[in-house]
């Protein structure tokens, strides 16, 4: 059975091949573009699953392309992991933003990128229906009941608390920036502000108890669900 089809967007062509060769070798059509006009051509041409995306590239950078590819309704379901040279937490968080799944950044193992390539691609196949109700190794999440237990015991949540849990579980191993939480509890019963996030975090920490580091802290970006 073959498997989904990846379009690579970077113009060092040796790393191109690295990780063609990669993620050939664990089945995937990969296709590639050296710029950011041509990722767009070939997005909407080939229509991949996923699109490994720099973010430096020559005339349209990675970023304005992860905007436009969110901003057309028919290309705005396509996963893209970004690639960072730079590792400047600006870049990874405004990235997010615009719509972006992951982010790796350079130099990384080739073996790191497949995985989290599985990952996203995995995450785009659940169905929203299903996350109603989430079970991970003994801890689970029901939105009917609104009710969160750990082992058979009831963890005792504020809203605010299990609106956040429940985001970050839905999508475990995608990063989630402070504002994209923000809007996840917006609407809560408490004024939640950027910071604040890290409060309620701590707290759901403190109550989730031996599953505390499950959520972990992405240092100046936000936070993700470990898988």
Known sequence: MSKEKILVVDDEQDLVKLIRYH???????VLSASSGEDAL??????????????????????LEVCKKLKADSELANTSIVMLTAKGEEVDITL??????????TKPFSPKELVA????????????????????????TIDTCKHEVTVKNGT??????????????ASQPGRVFTRDQL????????????????????????????AYANRIVTIRGIGYKFRE
């Open 116 to 139: 989290r390539v599985q990952a996203v691609l995995r995450r785009s196949k659940i169905s929203p229906a299903t996350k109603d109700y989430i079970e991970i190794e003994g801890l």
């Open 95 to 104: 990235g997010l933003k615009l719509g972006a799944d992951d982010y790796v």
């Open 23 to 29: 993620l050939e070798k664990d089945g995937y059509k």
């Open 182 to 209: 923000l809007d996840a509890v917006a609407g809560s019963e408490t004024f939640v502000i950027d910071r604040t996030v890290d409060v309620h975090i701590a707290s759901l920490r403190k109550k989730l108890k």
């Open 155 to 168: 963890v005792p949540l504020t809203l605010t608390e299990f609106k956040l849990l429940h985001q970050l």
């Open 41 to 62: 051509f070939l997005t909407r041409r080939e229509r991949p699953e996923l699109v490994i995306l720099d973010l430096m590239l020559p005339g349209i950078d990675g």
